[in-house]
């Protein structure tokens, strides 16, 4: 069981749950939200909501619930593992496999097929074992999990202090005429649609940096990094400056390529780094394009600029 967690409040000030943001925990935003919820993360021993405004003297403990005997089913489900050690599994995910169990996914999931593969870190809980970072289901790419607790740990960390580079290739609607840019602009849940995400005001810090890497007659190929790390950030960023990714059901009408019969968004997580937990090596990794994703771009026709 994981140990009990404890922050003393001193000149600490707001809410309960921007507090708990700040610290760094390696438990997420949402796990930490549900805890208070549930009475996992008490303030003076008392169970408090996420509006609660701390005041000098109070004492927060976090004591994460008592894990339960998995019921994931492993599966020997083939793998692209592109680099594994004692603490560390980087794996190259296909477009349309989901990342872990859920409502509507219980099996057939790039956790079922991890478990299969090796022990992995439980700080995630019962359905999200090794699981740091997620991309969504029909984004193909490269994934960091932890095999163990503290390789977790650490890892979370690289995370929250924007310390690993994550480097994504989409092919997007529309011609740019920049050859780079930035998006800052705080994404939230959609007001209507509570399954989507929005560009909204009060919603959290989110900062997007594009670069062209090709242009072709009505669309362009971008390298995307990540500066923060919100749900479906890329795609929301993208659809917000008018340039939806192709390929995308939800945010960007499910922009086709003529002639291609495209199953999800053409977004690809391409390069990732991270430090290894324990020798501090700086590692980093880099995958081509999936075969959907060349054949898609060679039915393009590519814009030659002139050098007049």
């Known amino acids: 069981m994981t140990e009990q967690i404890i922050i003393n409040i001193t000149d600490q000030s707001g809410r ?33 909501k996420r509006a609660y405004k701390v ?57 079922n097929a991890l478990i299969f593969h090796a022990p992995l870190s439980t700080i995630n809980g019962e359905f999200r074992p090794g699981i740091v970072h997620r991309i969504d289901r029909d984004t193909s790419g490269l994934l960091m999990v932890a095999k163990n607790d503290q390789a977790h740990q ?66 362009t190929l971008l390298k995307v990094s990540l500066e923060t790390g919100r749900t479906h950030q890329i795609r929301v960023h993208m659809t917000y400056i008018g340039h939806p990714i192709v390929g995308d059901p939800v945010y960007g009408s499910a922009q086709k390529l003529p002639g291609v019969d495209l199953v999800g968004q053409m977004l690809h997580a391409k390069t990732l780094s991270l430090t290894q937990p324990t020798t501090g090596e700086k590692l980093v990794f880099d995958s081509n394009l999936p075969d959907y994703f060349e054949a898609a771009l060679a039915t393009l026709t590519p814009i030659i600029k002139s050098d007049n």
């Open 16 to 48: 309960v749950d921007a507090i708990l943001a700040k610290e760094k925990l390696p438990y997420s935003r949402t796990i930490l939200s549900n805890w208070l919820q549930t009475g996992h993360v008490l303030v003076n021993g008392n169970k408090v």
């Open 55 to 111: 005041t000098t003297g109070d004492q927060i403990s976090i004591i994460p619930p008592e894990l339960v005997t998995t019921e994931i089913v492993a599966e020997d489900i083939p793998l692209d593992i592109v680099y594994e050690d004692n603490d560390v599994l980087v794996v190259n995910k296909p477009q349309g496999m989901v990342v872990h169990p859920a409502a509507g996914h219980a099996s057939g999931t790039l956790v």
């Open 154 to 219: 650490i890892l979370s960390a690289q995370l929250k202090e924007h310390k690993n580079d994550r480097i994504y290739y989409a092919l997007v609607r529309g011609e740019f005429v920049e050859d780079s840019g930035t998006i800052d602009a705080p994404i939230g849940r959609h007001k209507v649609d509570r399954k989507k995400q929005a560009v909204q005001e009060g919603g959290r810090n989110a900062v997007t940096h594009f670069e062209v890497i090709k242009r072709y007659v009505g669309y």
